[in-house]
């Protein structure tokens, strides 16, 4: 959709008026819940916000890892669906014990490592300084 205002930008509204109004407005489990909405809306405006180039990324990664050729898909779907295959190859490669020792272990370690700390900066960013 092209039109203003934009999904991120409605998703921003909401969180911004359930922290500006509604959380101070209330107290007890109602305020916690309402803070609890705020998070999740912010969660899924950074997941958003960043979806394409994060999946892009996680992509090249595994590609690396899993030796797939080519270049990464195009567009958010293509990239979800090929990131979510190669983590299936990548799976049964650990599974085939493969990952147990040398440079792949530790290849895969650095891509577990990677993933965690890609998918706190979207839950959590004030924990990563981001």
Same mark, same amino acid.
């Given at each position: ?9 409605? %998703?921003? /509204?909401?969180?911004?008026? %359930? ?29 958003? +916000? ?13 590609? /690396? %890892? ?5 270049? +990464? ?31 792949? +272990?530790? /290849? ?23």
């Amino acid at each position: 959709m092209q039109d203003r205002p934009t999904a991120l930008e409605l %998703l921003a /509204a909401v969180r911004e008026f %359930l922290e500006a109004e509604v959380v101070p407005a209330l107290a007890g489990q109602r305020r916690f819940h309402a803070r609890v909405a705020a998070n999740v809306l912010g969660i899924v405006e950074r997941e958003l +916000a960043g979806e394409e180039a994060s999946l892009a990324e996680e992509w090249q990664r595994l590609a /690396a %890892l899993v030796g797939e050729p080519g270049d +990464a898909p195009a567009g958010t779907a293509a990239l979800r669906t090929a990131v979510r295959a190669l983590t299936a190859a990548l799976a049964e490669r650990i599974r085939a014990g493969e990952a147990d020792a040398g440079p792949f +272990a530790a /290849a895969v370690r650095a891509h577990v490592r990677w993933s965690v700390v890609e998918k706190l900066k979207v839950a959590s960013p004030r924990r990563q300084g981001g």
